[in-house]
Nanobody, 121 residues
Framework: QVQLVESGGALVQAGGSLRLSCAAS????????MGWYRQAPGKPRDLVAS???????NYADSVKGRFTISRDNAKNTVYLQMNSLKPEDTAVYYC???????????????WGQGTQVTVSS
């Protein structure tokens, strides 16, 4: 019913920058929250950043001051600008959204397929 398609993952050197994008499509009435999680090998999936429909943001302590999340509500798209990347930022980054469907007035959680970010030292 809802698809999240990510793009922008790549191999980058430490200190570099990347911009991830995630576009949501399908039977969307509204998107309450969009965000990014990441999962490194052997580690749990952790929240990186989130943003509400009104623009309130939340960041993991490890990325504050380096990453910026933003969204375009008209395009149902969320972005993650990642600056000053470190090797420990290496992970699969997953787009995440809490969506109200056109077919049912309840919240559903959706995930993207993931995009690999690798930061070399």
């Amino acid at each position: 019913q809802v698809q999240l398609v990510e793009s922008g993952g790549a191999l980058v050197q430490a200190g570099g920058s990347l911009r991830l994008s995630c576009a949501a499509s399908g039977s969307i009435f509204s998107i309450n929250v969009m965000g990014w999680y990441r999962q490194a090998p052997g580690k749990p999936r952790d929240l990186v950043a989130s943003i509400t429909s009104t623009g309130s943001t939340n960041y993991a302590d490890s990325v504050k001051g380096r990453f910026t999340i933003s969204r375009d509500n008209a395009k149902n798209t969320v972005y993650l600008q990642m600056n000053s990347l470190k090797p420990e930022d290496t992970a699969v980054y997953y787009c995440w959204a809490i969506v109200v469907l056109t077919t049912a007035p309840v919240n559903y959680q959706y995930w993207g397929q993931g995009t690999q970010v690798t930061v070399s030292s």
